[in-house]
């Protein structure tokens, strides 16, 4: 806005210097202790927390600095903007003297002594107001300023608003500010003590996150360095807290100790292979020899090598069947699933095995359903129900009865077993007479080579059972050993059929 033609301008402040972009400076370059503290994941969970801390202390500084500072700086803005619109329509109405009049009663009434008027002719001469004369420092560019006043000969701050009026009367409508800016620069000292105080405590925050996480895996580096180096016995220290660190300490302690059940598993059967293994070796070895050194004619020669072939193929067989068990963990024989009858095929198994009953005195009796819907591999499922039978043909004595069953998914059927049973499973029993298995052996029972003390004196390598659970959890089922009173009660447990449409697991 420019001065009406004749009018001597008030000298103007002199343009402040733009302030030069600062050139940026090069980069530091990190130093390898650097790059190695921020490779530490304590050090960035640390960093993360503190960035956090600050950005949300921050957040909160600057919300509250417009809720006070920026809303009294608004609000005397407001005031001002009313208070000119005021005095322009008062001059409007009533022309030069309505204005002078108002401009007195405002000054007049003005109970807290904060607000500043300043009329000035064209010439810059005061016609009315509080104000002694038109501030030099003030160009007529500006129609918002902050300026220095001096007011009964104590320095304060204003904040006015200048416009001109028609005739070229110039106006200068403001607030004394000074109580304001005085508290708003007691609220960026609160600030600035605030950010220092949110500065130390997020550095504290954030050296205490990294001295947790430091202990907790400290504690898991150490476990591992542990049993990585063969002791087995090192667990994870529980905090007792159950946050997600003990949640993971818990996991990692359950996966060691079935790592640690897998080892000594592992150890059992190797000490079983050589111990088991190594009296038919023996055995063969002996016969060749004595058949090598005594043998009289042809016919004692070919006796004394099939005799010794026959011990080698129980060796070969036990090897055979740990492949086999081995093959079955694995889930190797999934890819041959199919939907399958297990009726026909258990009706076969029992008049297989109940001629062997009748040889041995005893007597095989059946429950089995018309149908019996199931999803498997047959020649596994035959397999497990063969040596549940062959079992119980081996310890049942004679005159024993050997009763073979099953319930079909859904349907209807024996419920004392005791074992746990879904609508969707197929459970095949077999109920013996014999000696049993006592209540202390049964959870080794499905172990392999293991044989308790009614078994030793029997012929079998100990992992018949083996390999029924096995299939049995190939199958998504189980294996339960139940005393049947007197003898034992084995339950096995088969997924059942699946919907229409389902594939192979």
């Known amino acids: 806005m420019t001065a009406p033609e004749g009018a001597a301008l008030p000298p103007a402040l002199p343009a402040a210097p733009s302030a030069a972009s600062p050139t940026a400076s090069p980069p530091l370059a990190r130093s390898p202790a650097h790059g190695g503290l921020l490779r530490s994941a304590s050090v960035r969970f640390g960093v993360i927390y ?36 005021g005095l322009a329509e008062r001059y409007d109405e009533g022309g030069p003297q309505a204005l002078l009049d108002t401009i ?20 810059y001469h005061r016609l009315a107001g509080n104000l002694e004369y038109w501030p030099h420092n003030l160009t007529l560019d500006e129609e918002w300023r902050d300026l220095p006043i001096e007011r009964a000969g104590i320095a304060s701050l204003a904040r006015v608003h200048y416009f001109e009026l028609a005739g070229g009367l110039h106006i200068l409508v403001g607030r004394d500010i000074q109580n304001r800016s005085s508290m708003r620069e007691l609220l960026a000292d609160g600030m600035l003590w605030a950010a220092a105080i949110a500065l130390a405590l997020g550095s504290i925050g954030a050296w205490a ?22 002791d087995l016995s090192r667990r994870v220290r529980v905090a007792g807290s159950e946050d997600e660190f003990d949640l993971l300490a818990i996991s990692i302690n359950d996966m060691l100790d079935r790592i640690g059940r897998l080892m000594e598993g592992v150890k059992q059967v190797s000490n079983a292979i050589a111990h088991d293994l190594r009296t038919p070796i023996a055995r063969a070895r002996t016969r060749l020899e004595d058949v090598a050194r005594h043998a009289g004619s042809e016919a004692e020669l070919r006796f004394g090598i099939d005799r010794a072939m026959g011990d080698l193929d129980g060796v070969v067989a036990v090897f055979q069947a740990l492949l086999r068990i081995a093959e079955i963990e694995a889930g190797a024989r999934r890819s041959a699933f199919v939907p399958l009858d297990l009726a026909p095929l258990l009706m076969d198994l029992a008049e297989l095995y109940e001629a062997v009953a009748d040889e041995r005195g005893m007597t095989l009796e059946t429950d089995i359903p018309e ?22 043909l081996k310890f049942s004595p004679k005159g024993g009865r050997i009763r073979l069953r099953a319930i079909s998914p859904g349907g209807q059927g024996p419920r004392e077993t005791g074992a746990e049973t879904r609508g969707d499973v197929v459970q095949i029993e077999v109920i013996d007479e014999g000696p049993g298995i006592p209540e202390a052996d049964r959870a080794h029972a499905t172990d392999r080579f293991f044989r308790g003390e009614q078994a030793r004196s029997t012929p079998g390598s100990g992992l018949g059972l083996s390999l029924v659970l096995a299939v049995g959890q190939l199958h998504g089922g189980s294996v339960a050993l139940l005393d049947a009173a007197p003898g034992l009660h084995v339950v096995l447990s088969l997924g059942g059929a699946p919907d229409q449409g389902a594939t192979a697991l």
Do not use: C, K
């Open 50 to 85: 503190a960035v956090l801390f600050g950005v949300s202390a921050i957040s909160l500084a600057a919300f509250l600095w417009w809720s006070t500072a920026g809303l009294l700086e608004r609000q005397v803005e407001d005031l001002i903007t009313a208070d000119s619109a």
């Open 104 to 123: 007195a009663e405002r000054v007049a009434g003005n109970v807290d002594d904060d607000s500043l008027y300043l009329l000035v002719d064209p010439s």
């Open 209 to 230: 996150v990294r001295g947790l996480f430091r202990s907790t895996i400290a504690d898991v580096s150490a476990t591992a360095a542990a049993v990585s180096s063969g």
């Open 371 to 392: 149908s019996l819907p199931a999803f498997g591999d047959r020649e596994m499922i035959q397999q497990a129900v063969a040596n549940l039978l062959d079992n119980a």
